[in-house]
């Protein structure tokens, strides 16, 4: 069966850097874009970042561009996000999802990101 | 505030139907397919419907789905309380080159 487990979440200060990761199985992560949805406590789903399955393409939502790096190991079937210079608005759930062509269909269970001093 | 439009809330009795709307515009919903996902309390999301209209395997078939348009909606007949759960929309922009996803709509069952 499909699963998406994220691990890397954790406190960090403003200003600070974290790097999540994703494992994969149950399919072939090589055939598949992969996505990092995010959620604030108490608040909607946020879409993060994009990547297809050679990296060769990658989108960014605005309010990370710059700061935060998607990028993936079809060999480790792994999917990371480099998160740097974080701010308090970047406390939330983070969740991976894969993606086919008929849109997100599975998420992982998520790993918490809390940025605070 | 989401570029795909949900009520925040909406209510009902057990066995009766609700509808949830997502509104959107043609570069969104206008162009491409819609699917929702159902958060139930303290959990990640579950697809619930893809392809505007598609349940995937194990989905009752008392949700269904449509697209008009630049609109889509979300239909639970017979509502449960297990139905309790917090419902979003999504799709891709072609002008943004990004997902979306609606503010998400809490269904109630009184």
């Known amino acids: 069966q499909v699963q998406l487990v994220e691990s890397g979440g954790n406190l960090v200060t403003p200003g600070g850097s974290l790097r999540l990761s994703c494992a994969a199985s149950g399919f072939t992560f090589s055939d598949y874009y992969m996505i990092w949805i995010r959620q604030a406590p108490g608040k909607g789903l946020e879409y993060i970042a994009y990547i297809s399955t050679n990296s060769a393409t990658i989108y960014y939502a605005d309010s990370v561009k710059g700061r935060f790096t998607i990028s993936r190991d079809n060999a480790k079937k792994s999917l990371y996000l480099q998160m740097n210079g974080l701010r308090a608005e970047d406390t939330a759930m983070y969740y991976c999802?894969?993606?086919?062509?008929?849109?997100?269909?599975?998420w992982g269970q998520g790993t918490l990101v809390t940025v605070s001093s | 505030q989401s570029v795909l439009t949900q009520p925040p809330s909406v209510s009902g009795t057990p066995g009766q139907r609700v509808t949830i709307s997502c509104s959107g515009s043609?570069?969104?919903?206008?162009?491409?397919?819609v699917n929702w996902y159902q958060q139930l309390p303290g959990a990640a999301p579950k697809l619930l419907m893809y392809l505007n209209s598609q349940r995937p395997s194990g989905v009752p078939d008392r949700f269904s789905g449509s697209k008009s348009g630049t609109s889509a909606s979300l239909a639970i007949s017979g509502l449960q309380f297990e139905d309790e759960a917090d419902y979003y929309c999504?799709?891709?922009?072609?002008?943004?080159?990004?997902?979306?996803f609606g503010g998400g709509t809490k269904v109630t069952v009184l």
């Open positions: 999802a894969r993606v086919p062509e008929q849109g997100i269909d599975y």
């Open positions: 999504a799709t891709w922009d072609v002008s943004l080159k990004g997902w979306l």
């Open positions: 043609s570069s969104n919903i206008g162009t491409k397919t």
